[in-house]
């Protein structure tokens, strides 16, 4: 549930926004990540008119309003703007009729004004409500970036996931988040994975406790979000499984995106890290074309080609 409240406490700084009128409709419901200028509806053509968006009033709507009569405008502007309104907002420091402002505060809608002009304010809005309205979903992991590569590092409990993303830190690879994963899709359809910002930058590692990354290894070794490229799931060690040694291609559902996932057997004497670089550099191959275990599978084929054609 994103609420005006919500929109107002996050973006009025991004937005330049100041509160004229409706303050007792901040708890009002966003339900559409979409904004929309009155344009025909102010001359009262309301056919496919949607009142529940946000509202944009800007140079254009307000000279119109200035060529109506008081009592038409008023009646105009009641038509437009309903209980279903969230927000109204009026562009580029224009003045607000007086109009609106009863209107607005009779029907308890949120009147804001900008110092942005209309379409950089139009532009903006989309882009914050889409990403507002992205799916959303959490997950116990922690996530660095590898050599550029998201990794997202999934394991149980005390299996050595903040130990793993210590390790490469260490190395010079950065952290993004440790054991929680707040996850984004993006319109384009990626990944983005961030952390919270209570824990932003912190790790906690038994033994020793929390501990600060950006404090002892730098600001250079953390960043806020990044695209998931990979998901490393660390597993212990099971002599009775079969660990497939030209492993194949396997992916996971997050949020209906398939993800590349591997699953890394921990015992003593592995290095983890290592793996985990090594696995991050391999992605980056594929994602130029190629691909190791196709390669080492063609040659095979070949050479048993080759064979039966000299037997």
Not at 120 to 135: A, H, N, Q
Not at 192 to 212: A, F, K, Q, V, Y
Not at 264 to 274: F, I
Request: charged letters at 30%; one cysteine or more.
């Amino acid at each position: 549930m994103y609420l005006v409240s919500d929109f107002n406490k996050q973006h009025s700084e991004e937005l330049e926004l100041s509160l004229l009128a409706g303050k007792k409709g901040l708890k009002k419901k966003i339900v559409k990540p979409e904004v929309q200028r009155p344009g025909l509806g102010l001359s009262g053509y309301m056919k496919n008119f949607v009142a529940s968006r946000i509202h944009i009033f800007g140079k254009v709507e307000l000279d119109y309003l200035k060529g109506l009569s008081s009592l038409v405008k008023k009646e105009r502007i009641e038509k437009i703007l309903t209980d279903k309104t969230p927000a109204v907002i009026i562009s580029h420091r224009h003045k607000a009729p007086k109009e609106i402002i009863d209107v607005c505060e009779n029907q308890n809608i949120p009147l804001f004004q900008s110092n942005l002009p209309t379409m950089s304010l139009v532009s903006d809005l989309i882009v914050l409500l889409t990403e507002e309205f992205s799916p959303k979903t959490m997950m116990h992991a922690t996530l660095v970036e590898v050599f550029g590569v998201g990794v997202m590092i999934r394991g149980d409990s005390a299996i050595g996931k903040s130990e793993a993303a210590l390790g490469l830190i260490e190395r010079g690879h950065r952290l993004i988040t440790d054991d929680v994963v707040k996850i984004k899709k993006t319109k384009k359809n990626s990944l983005i994975g961030s952390g919270p910002d209570l824990t932003r930058h912190m790790m906690e590692i038994r033994g020793i406790g929390l501990i600060n990354v950006a404090d002892l290894y730098g600001a250079v070794c953390v960043r806020p979000d990044k695209r998931i490229d990979i998901v490393v799931k660390l597993a212990p060690w099971e002599d009775k499984l079969y660990y497939d040694r030209v492993k194949n291609s396997e992916t996971c559902d997050i949020l209906g995106n398939d993800v590349p996932f591997h699953l890394l057997p921990v015992k003593p004497g592995r290095d983890v890290v290592l793996l985990i670089e090594t696995i991050s550099l391999n992605h980056r191959l594929k994602d130029m074309g190629y691909n190791s275990a196709e390669e080492f599978n063609g040659k095979l084929l070949r050479a048993i080609a080759q064979k039966k054609v000299k037997n």
